[in-house]
């Protein structure tokens, strides 16, 4: 290996060459070998969350004497440090691996292991404490590492995504108060329409990510049931049935999440529906996200050949050739995580067809894309919130007079004058390059005075009933 020193490990397989200061073995050395395809490493946070399934099992089988007790403990200490993220540098499986996940349970497996035996005074050649017969007792790939994505995914979920979603949406809801009166040309199929508000429009953001984060909630309350004990295909060999339910108490004890037993194992083992439903949900939060990034984009476009409304915080130059350009690096950004976040969900989508017989065959494909769906989203919206949004700042004039000037104010005498002559004046304001007060009082068509009335922009916009 390059000259470094190695050692030899063992394996139902025969021999296999190891780095001697690697605290995996000969199944994560075989992985290592025959899966060099992404360099992309099974997430941090679902080898912490097989680490702490380990730790639980080892744990409650000591008390209950299904291991020896200094073994127990032995394997629930090394578990433990790997759960509290140490030792990140010996889990170097590639996520493109077997489908079930079993090299990086494996690896897991070995590296509590070989840490156990070193607790225990394992000298080298021993080997006190085994990876199969003693840290993956009473488990199988196929049951803990379903059950491993799904507690990384809702502590992912709770914590980092959790916040980052609450501060876009605070910031949403302060710039929807702060202009609530801020009168605006409505815009529709990207052409003028009635006046509204930036305090209605930022509001409608608000409640648009407000309804995807709801999807996303009823669909995770999915995510607590776990498949532990069912082992290979849900039938429950090699496993205790009293170890299990202890189990489940002790994980939900510990991370504060409401974990359940699935009532079906073997379903959650056979397909993972609910890891598919998740990052679809997490797509459409991306949807909403790129819908808010975009109309930033236009809104602020200028400032003296767009709509120029709206003006983003200055972060850094636009252009290597025009100076004084300043680009909307953020929402431009954003709207890039969310075509990633897509793309990542139609991964899942596809990964349904790898769902075959008694097995889901695509659990590390979830497990990448799930924890990378949640990171771009978490980032995304952290920095729009907090480099965007905090410091944007509405033209408030440019606004009133866009929506004081558009055509589509003759909608407001409509009801007085009818259809086809409200028609009559708009067009004829548009042909004059005047707007369409001007042009009815040019025409006639009403008193000054109720003109002004019926074209006051303020309960046009809604402010009044805001």
């Not at 690896?107 to 085994?130: M, W």
């Not at 949807?287 to 236009?298: E, H, M, T, Y």
């Not at 497990?367 to 944007?392: P, Q, V």
């Amino acid at each position: 290996m390059n000259g470094e020193a190695t050692r030899i490990e063992r394996d139902t397989m025969g021999e296999v060459v190891v780095p001697a200061e690697a605290l995996y073995g000969a199944h994560t050395a075989r992985a290592a070998a025959n899966f060099q395809i992404s360099g992309w490493r099974m997430p941090a946070r679902v080898v912490r969350a097989l680490a702490l399934i380990k730790r639980e099992f080892a744990e409650v089988h000591g008390a209950l004497g299904v291991l020896p007790q200094p073994i127990a403990s032995a394997v629930a200490e090394a578990a433990d440090r790997i759960w509290q993220g140490d030792f990140a540098d010996q889990f170097p499986v590639d996520v493109f691996q077997t489908g079930s996940g079993t090299s990086t349970n494996m690896n897991v497996n070995e590296v509590v292991a070989h840490l156990a035996g070193r607790l225990l005074g394992e000298r080298s050649g021993e080997r006190r404490v085994h990876p199969n017969d003693h840290v993956n007792r009473g488990q199988s790939s196929n049951d803990v590492v379903p059950s491993a994505v799904r507690i990384a995914t809702l502590l992912a979920l709770r914590d980092e995504f959790s916040a980052a979603m609450g501060a876009l949406s605070a910031e949403l809801l302060r710039l929807a108060r702060e202009h609530r009166t801020t009168v605006t040309l409505g815009r529709t199929h990207l052409m003028d329409a009635v006046p509204t508000t930036y305090g209605r429009i930022f509001g409608g953001w608000a409640r648009r990510l407000e309804e995807a984060l709801r999807v996303l909630e009823v669909v995770a309350v999915r995510l607590h049931e776990l498949p532990l004990g069912g082992t290979a295909v849900g039938s429950g060999l090699g496993c205790e049935p009293q170890v299990v339910p202890l189990v489940i108490r002790k994980l939900a004890d510990v991370t504060g999440l409401p974990l359940v037993a699935h009532e079906r194992p073997a379903a959650a083992i056979a397909g993972q529906e609910a890891l598919v439903a998740t990052v679809d949900a997490l797509a459409g939060i991306g949807r909403v996200l790129f819908s808010l990034a975009n109309d930033l984009r236009l809104r602020s476009s200028g400032p003296f050949g767009g709509l120029g409304e709206l003006q983003l915080p200055a972060l850094q130059p636009g252009s290597s050739l025009m100076p004084g350009k300043v680009n909307p690096v953020i929402p431009e950004a954003v709207a890039q995580v969310a075509l990633q976040v897509e793309g990542l969900a139609t991964a899942c989508r596809g990964s349904a067809s790898l769902q075959q017989l008694d097995l889901a065959h695509a659990t590390p494909l979830l497990a990448w894309n799930l924890d990378t769906a949640i990171r771009l989203l978490s980032g995304a919206a952290s920095a729009l919130a907090a480099r965007c949004l905090n410091g944007l700042q509405v033209d408030v004039r440019r606004a009133r007079e866009l929506a004081a000037q558009s055509p589509a104010l003759a909608t407001a005498l409509a009801r007085r004058l009818g259809y086809e002559e409200a028609a009559r004046v708009a067009t004829a304001a548009q042909a004059a390059g005047e707007g369409v007060a001007s042009a009815a009082r040019r025409l006639g068509v009403l008193p000054p005075e109720e003109l002004e009335r019926l074209l006051d922009l303020d309960p046009l916009a809604g402010v009044d009933r805001e």
